[in-house]
């Protein structure tokens, strides 16, 4: 099946209460992981791509990658988004290409770094919409700022400096009439989310509860959701790696928020750790070895075993056969069918 669009895996994945992980890729390798552990486990996918990975792999060769990943796996509803588009520029390129799925982060400035204000927000993604309903893409919007700059997504700080507000968010969401709100509840992105364990003072999600509770028909994002497992952080620190003690998101916090109208789940960190670790392994066990495939066969193993685990987890698994892909060309017809009012 063509690439499809995100809003109808959300859709389909709120009818029957599920979350879907979005998972980052940069490479051949790591699309294949996805898609043996989307073929394993009989899920629906989001596979996405940053600013930085569309300029790591000049996007044309990850583009025409995806399109081998349709060809290749037909049974599975496939979706390509773009993760963090920092401009309406930006969102313009990925959808001409072919993504079908774009995110307008408006909350920072186009710098990656600045908090917006919430009527700059509103325009960009606004903006954003319009363009892309006209050709049945979907739309994620943010609200509330990520902590950390680790890798460029930031408003630096904590985690806390800029939660998501529920009143704004309500107004955003009818302002901007997008298909998917991420909030900011606590996490970053990156392996250095938390010093301890979160707890509830860390990990906001009472937050996120009461958003959903005002806002039940809207699809939640979780960004910054790697749950940095402790087995991946000794596999890198085993073999010469040097990564400082840290905690990422419990997979049941996690759980909870799918609970609570989560339907696409960010993770990235966990999937760089498991390549890592793996290479690293080889690196350490074999200096012998010098052919690329001894060490990426296994770093490409390695993260399909943990997009395998998260998709179990999210509870996407088994879901892939459940509906036939609705065309970006009828997404456009619905839309066009219920404009934005205001
Ligand atoms: O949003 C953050 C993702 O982990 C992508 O990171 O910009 O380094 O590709 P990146
Ligand atoms: P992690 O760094 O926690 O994997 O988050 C990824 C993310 O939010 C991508 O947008
Ligand atoms: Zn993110």
Known sequence: MPLVSMRQLLDEASAKGYGVGAFNVN????????????????SPVIVQASRGARAYSQDRFLYHLMLAATEIYPEIPTVLHLDHGNSVETCKSAIEMGFTSVMMDGSLMPDGKTPSSFEYNVE??????????????????????LGGIEDGHGAGLDGLSHLTDPDQAV??????????????????????????KPTGETLKMERLMEIHRRLPNVHLVMHGSSSVPQDLQDIINQYGGKLKPTWGVPVEEIQLGIR????????????????????????????????PRSYLKPAREAMKKVVALRMTQFGQAGH?????????????????AEPVTV
């Open 27 to 42: 490479n051949m390798e790591q699309i294949q992981a996805i898609m043996e552990a989307a073929r394993e486990t009989r």
């Open 124 to 145: 960009a993604t606004r903006t954003v919409v319009e363009m892309a309903h006209a050709k049945g893409v979907t739309v994620e919007g943010e609200i509330g700022c």
């Open 171 to 196: 107004e955003f969401v009818k302002l901007t009439g997008l298909d998917a709100l991420a909030i900011a509840i606590g996490t970053s992105h990156g392996a250095y989310k938390f010093t301890k």
């Open 260 to 291: 609570n109208g989560v339907r696409k789940v960010n993770v990235d960190t966990d999937n760089r750790l498991a390549i890592t670790g793996a290479i690293r392994k080889v690196f350490s066990e074999k200096p012998e070895e010098f052919d």
């Open 320 to 336: 892939a056969g459940d509906y036939a892909p609705i065309s970006l060309t009828q997404m456009a017809e619905r839309y066009a």
